[in-house]
């Protein structure tokens, strides 16, 4: 099968369809729904359902001149020619792996993934191909990233401590994924929280897929006191101007790092991440038994180099 990797996107000519592309095109296969992945309005749209709904509710199509093809995880379905199956990748809520078949050939798009559970959505199933393209945000052997267990307890830990110390807990995230993660965690552990617009807009998606908030309420700026609070990160300086007794906790794959305080002004670090550490990308580049591996993201040519030193045909692609 010919795969084509550009700046645009990763294109396969014979089937006419895209990979997560950068520019609208005629024909899309959308990992996910992060706007680094699903953006601009496409002719054709094939995803999941639920990442259809969320590209759908970042990119409206009021005309209606885009078609939707989804893909339920697990099920196969003719497409020109080929077999395409949508395979869980828990990077997000509905992000998924791509399996295309064709002439006995299998090739297997991960987009985003994670190998470990994730706090909220699927757990990845990785079936066996004969090309991966995988990709390699955090592809250096220093990534390790905390179970969800763990993480779960030290997001309700930090909060009851500084709520107990009278303080605000702060927890800051992105506006899809790990804010609603984070809000699960702590309403889960019985913690009140509010929630800045950003990330309280997908809640809604989250509870339609069976994950509770109980309790939440739309953050407001009067009224902080005795709560957690899930933010986006540009919320901070306001924050800290209008309150001194606000403490930051970062959840993220950067959050390895003690640079991470300075960066990110948060004083707590919790390692867990939406995508895979090192060992999860090589337990899933072994998972899957391919033969040949394509490398995109992050530290491509690094972890590229770090497989053919396992013996492994890997090549870095832009
Ligand atoms: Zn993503």
Redesign the pocket.
């Known amino acids: 099968m010919e795969v084509h990797f550009s700046p645009d996107g990763i294109h396969l000519p014979e089937l006419g369809l895209w990979l997560d592309p950068r520019r609208p095109v005629p024909a899309a296969w959308l990992s996910?729904a992060?706007s680094?992945?699903a953006s601009g309005v496409h002719s054709l749209v094939l995803a999941t359902p639920t990442t259809l709904q969320l590209y759908a509710d970042r990119w409206p199509d009021p005309a209606g001149a885009r078609t939707e093809l989804a893909l339920h995880p697990l099920e196969t379905i003719e497409f020109r020619g080929a077999e395409l199956t949508a395979y869980p990748a828990a990077?997000?809520l509905g992000a998924a792996q791509l399996l295309i078949a064709r002439n006995g050939e299998r090739l297997l798009y991960t987009g985003?993934i994670k190998r470990k559970l994730p706090l909220c959505g699927w757990p990845t199933i990785v079936p066996p191909c004969d090309r991966l393209i995988i990709e390699s945000t955090f592809g250096l052997p220093v990534f390790r990233f905390l179970d969800p267990e763990p993480a779960r307890l030290r997001i309700a830990a930090f909060a009851r401590e500084c709520l107990d110390a009278g303080e605000i807990p702060a927890f800051t995230g992105y506006p899809l994924?790990r804010g609603q993660e984070i809000a699960h965690a702590l309403t889960q552990a019985g913690i009140p929280i509010s929630v800045h617009g950003a990330i309280a807009r997908y809640i809604p998606f989250y509870e339609q897929a069976g994950y509770g908030f109980s309790g939440w309420q739309p953050y407001q700026a009067q009224k902080i006191s005795d709560r957690a609070l899930v933010v986006t990160q540009d919320l901070r300086p306001r924050l800290e101007a209008a309150q001194k007794n606000v403490r930051f906790a970062l959840v993220s794959g950067w959050a390895m790092f003690d640079s991470a305080r300075a960066a990110s002004g948060a004083e707590e670090l919790i390692p867990y991440s939406?995508h895979a550490g090192f060992e999860e990308l090589l337990g899933l580049v072994a998972e899957s038994q391919a033969r040949q591996v394509d490398v995109v993201h992050g530290y491509a040519e690094q972890f590229a180099a770090i497989l053919r030193a396992r013996g492994i045909q890997a090549t870095a692609r832009a």
Do not use: A, F, M, T
């Open positions: 996910h992060h680094d992945h990077h997000i985003d994924g939406d």
